[in-house]
């Protein structure tokens, strides 16, 4: 059945942002969805959450995930069951410990922003699965699979790879300029979405995506990227 034009509206979401940020900056910018997807990891995810439900804003659990080839790959959740059985997944292929004078604390907070722990594991660093390990991983997990900022020079899956595998099953490709979006495309005719990858607070929202679709859920989002019924992804 088709979605009357009555049932859509029209939401703006921000898929790649890195903690420790604040959902106060998201509700700011305008933004109903935002998705966390720090490197490699999905503990700052609970926080955020909790944080987001007080301000009104959807949260997506995620992370950025490194593959064996560096290259980056968005894998977003609709629950945390989910989402931290992807994360055992990428800790038990992820080796090495940080370096906190090169790289910084990484630090586990609450929704108050008290911290709780130190993660020490090298998250900066690459997993031992390849990307076509990491997309099949997510997709058992019941997940959501795109490649992260496909037309930037350093750890996309073009500048690695040199193209797509044609039988490599991403949800959707991550562009930062929307306007070299047809340079990208294939025959598979996929699906764009365009995100911050905010580092920094003032950043959140500085690019997005809109979701037109029935409600701010994840099933929404995955209908969404599939083009049921009507709903569509606009950058």
Known sequence: MKLESGDIKEFKADMHIHTCLSPCAAKKKGLDIIGICDHNSAENFPAVEKSGNKEGIKVIGGMEITTREEVHVLALFENEKDLFSMQEAVYSN??????????????????????????NRLL?????????????????????AIAAHVD??????????????????????????????????????FVFITSSDAHFINDIGKRYTCF??????????????SGENGRKVMI
């Open 152 to 189: 930037r020079e350093g750890f996309s899956i073009i500048a690695n790879l040199g193209f797509i595998p044609e039988n490599l099953e991403l949800d959707a490709l991550e562009i930062v300029e929307p306007s070299k979006r047809d340079k990208f495309n294939t025959d598979k005719n």
């Open 212 to 225: 037109l679709m029935k409600e701010s859920t994840f099933e929404e989002i995955r209908k969404c990227l």
């Open 94 to 119: 992820l080796h090495g410990i940080n370096d906190e004078e090169r790289y910084g604390l990484q630090v586990v907070v609450n929704e108050n922003d008290v911290v709780l722990s130190f993660n």
């Open 124 to 144: 900066i660093g690459a997993t031992e699965m390849s990307v076509e390990e990491v997309v099949d991983l997510i997709h058992q997990f019941n997940g959501i």
